[in-house]
């Protein structure tokens, strides 16, 4: 393997030189970076960044910890923090926790071992708050994203699910919608006042009290997130008497199972059920109906997490930001107004 000193002894520089070229933290004519990264290139030179790293201190890496992989929302969350980071000349390394406080912890020492100069957050649902203020205390800064963990004391972007929730309410009812139900697989507990599912649930109900409607808790329904416990939960829904005539799902996973389910019972949507969804994919157009949606900025939570986690470093000593990205409500036919408002027949 070639090394900085054959480098620049073909190249006819110092080591200094090379170093800068590859750093580019220090300017060099352009004659010489043209001859030093031709040589480069020649011998296949890659540098050492492990030693680099312990001379100085910083490896240039920033670990995400994401809870769901294979949710449609994270893949974008991934893009913007990765865009972000290679802006700033730094590499990403994504670890997927399934939204388990133990596969999390270890996600997180894993990165601390690999001396990582910080860490994004989408926290499982029972983070440690104490793990996450140690972990900071100990030099590594962390924001999280999507969830703020109560009492962690660390920045956090997250996404404003209540106005989100709330806006879609209202829309549903003004199209003369009245039994509307609100589904999601995070837990549906007020008292969780930090997480998303239960930021949706006080916006769907302070929707239908803005509205005049009546409040029933039956049709709060907190389903599994593997997809058969999505659909089963969206079944037993359906076969309630009276059953919903529209429905807000917290998922991508959960709109596609409302959709199934809705036609399995010989249903048609919008006219005996409308749906809108939490999230925004890229088929929400293509099929019949297409949806509503309540599209999260997923790409801003990424860039936006990445910029803050770069200031924490350069400002360690800077009180806690908390930033609050607006959703967008995307109107389709799948939220259609009722011919006859009032009206609702089982």
């Known amino acids: 393997m070639p090394t900085i000193k054959e480098v620049a002894h073909?190249?006819?520089?110092?080591?200094?030189?090379?170093?800068?070229?590859?750093?580019?933290?220090?300017?060099?004519s352009k004659r010489l970076k043209d001859r030093v990264l031709?040589?480069?290139?020649?011998?296949?030179?890659?540098?050492?960044?492990?030693?680099?790293?312990?001379?100085?201190?910083?490896?240039?890496?920033?670990?995400?910890?994401i809870s769901d992989m294979t949710d449609p929302f994270f893949p974008q969350v991934m893009r913007g923090a990765e865009d972000a980071a290679w802006g700033a000349n730094y590499i990403l390394i994504t670890?997927?926790?399934?939204?388990?406080?133990?596969?999390?912890?270890?996600?997180?020492?894993?990165?601390r071992s690999r001396r990582v100069d910080g860490i994004l957050l989408a926290g499982a649902m029972?983070?440690?708050?104490?793990?996450?203020?140690?972990?900071?205390?100990?030099?590594?800064?962390?924001?999280?994203?999507?969830?703020?963990?109560?009492g962690a004391g660390v920045d956090c972007v997250v996404v404003n699910n209540f106005h989100g929730a709330?806006?879609?309410?209202?829309?549903?009812?003004?199209?003369?919608?009245?039994q509307i139900a609100f589904l999601d697989s995070g837990v549906l507990d007020s008292d969780l006042a930090l997480s998303p599912a239960s930021e949706r649930l006080a916006g769907y109900r302070q929707g239908l009290q803005d509205a005049g409607l009546a409040h029933d808790q039956s049709l709060e329904i907190t389903a599994g997130s593997r997809p058969e416990d999505a659909l089963y939960a969206v079944r037993k829904l359906l076969a309630t008497c009276p059953r919903p005539f529209a429905a807000i799902a917290g998922s991508i996973r959960l709109g596609v199972a409302l959709l199934r389910g809705i036609r399995e019972t010989g249903l048609r949507c919008p006219q005996d059920v409308a749906l809108a969804i939490f999230d925004d994919p890229v088929f929400?157009?293509?099929v019949d109906p297409p949806l509503t949606a309540?599209?999260?900025?997923?790409?801003?939570?990424?860039?936006?997490?990445?910029?803050?986690?770069?200031?924490?470093?350069?400002?360690?000593?800077?009180?806690?930001?908390?930033?609050?990205?607006?959703?967008?409500?995307?109107?389709?036919?799948?939220?259609?107004?009722?011919?006859?408002?009032?009206?609702?027949?089982?």
Do not use: F, W
């Not at 540098?47 to 890496?61: E, F, M, Y």
């Open 284 to 286: 929400s157009e293509a």
């Open 38 to 65: 031709e040589v480069i290139k020649q011998l296949d030179y890659h540098p050492d960044h492990v030693a680099r790293s312990l001379k100085i201190r910083q490896t240039r890496t920033i670990g995400l910890v």
């Open 95 to 111: 670890l997927n926790s399934d939204d388990q406080p133990e596969r999390e912890q270890q996600g997180l020492d894993a990165l």
């Open 166 to 178: 709330q806006q879609c309410t209202l829309h549903l009812a003004g199209n003369g919608h009245r």
């Open 126 to 150: 029972s983070a440690d708050p104490a793990r996450i203020r140690a972990i900071q205390s100990s030099g590594t800064p962390i924001v999280c994203l999507d969830r703020e963990i109560a």
């Open 10 to 28: 073909r190249a006819r520089v110092s080591v200094g030189t090379v170093s800068n070229v590859i750093s580019g933290s220090v300017p060099v």
């Open 294 to 346: 309540i599209a999260q900025p997923a790409y801003e939570l990424g860039r936006k997490g990445v910029e803050l986690l770069l200031r924490r470093m350069q400002e360690p000593q800077c009180p806690p930001t908390k930033l609050v990205l607006e959703t967008t409500l995307r109107i389709r036919e799948s939220t259609a107004a009722l011919l006859a408002p009032v009206a609702h027949a089982v």
